[in-house]
């Protein structure tokens, strides 16, 4: 299966160290984060791969090349949002089904195995926080998306989107189609409701773990479970 992986943004929030890299490409134990999770993909099965990119595209590309690894990048010349990134790997995809998720985020072999299932329905995963109100909730019913709520102020449950996905090509006509939301984005997660109301949506439950790399904070975190957790 194809995988589309999302490395487009900037990553304000771990300034200054994307002053002249991506947030994909911060270091962790030496490495960049990129590195790890193209690994546990490999590791997965999975070897056809496309990094949407943006800015310092060029530094993509020499990672690439340092890593051995191999990849088609498709540039995402003005950030306007998930669901416009996804869109640019629509050549890419072809008729296929693929995985998509964000190259800031890292999860087990095993729950990236799990979510390649070989049936009708879309999958996005879902995983239990402590904190369900700042992200995107996910309400299901029998094992199917009913629709996400974004960082609801009321409870709604505690599963929430961890951003790891199989999209079936169904996916493009939506996002050719949306509307941008009040924050000027074409959103992924529009698309996905979409097909949630069509029952086209199934939620798979992430068992070992999900890892987010997104601010300064986290290079520490990220340090110590790698520390314990990775081997080559």
């Not at 947030?23 to 997965?44: C, D, G, M, S, T």
């Not at 790891?164 to 169904?170: G, I, N, Q, T, V």
């Not at 904070?217 to 520390?227: A, G």
């Amino acid at each position: 299966m194809k995988v589309v992986i999302m490395a487009a943004g900037k990553g304000t929030r771990m300034l200054p160290l994307t002053e002249d890299i991506p947030k994909v490409l911060v270091e962790v134990n030496n490495k960049p984060f990129l590195y790890y999770l193209i690994k546990n993909l490999q590791k997965a099965g999975y070897n056809d791969f496309c990094i949407i990119a943006g800015y310092k595209k060029e530094k993509i590309i020499e990672f690439l090349d340092n890593y051995g690894f191999e990849a088609t990048i498709v540039e995402q010349k003005e950030q306007l949002g998930t669901g416009h990134a996804v869109l640019q790997a629509k050549e890419f995809v072809e008729q296929d089904d693929f995985l998509v998720l964000g190259g800031d985020n890292l999860w087990s072999v095993e729950d990236i195995k799990k979510i390649n299932s070989n049936d009708e329905y879309n999958y996005v995963s879902g995983v239990r926080v402590e904190t369900p109100q700042n992200y995107g909730v996910l309400i299901e019913e029998n094992g199917k998306l009913k629709k996400i709520k974004e960082k609801p102020k009321e409870f709604f449950g505690n599963i929430i989107n961890s951003g790891l996905y199989k999209f079936k090509p169904e996916i493009f006509s939506l996002l050719e189609n949306l509307k941008p939301s009040p924050r000027g984005e074409i959103e992924l997660t529009d698309a996905i409701s979409t097909l949630a109301e069509q029952g086209k949506v199934k939620v798979i439950k992430i068992k070992d773990f999900w890892k987010d790399f997104g601010c300064l904070e986290d290079i520490p975190k990220m340090s110590e479970f790698l520390k314990d957790y990775w081997q080559e």
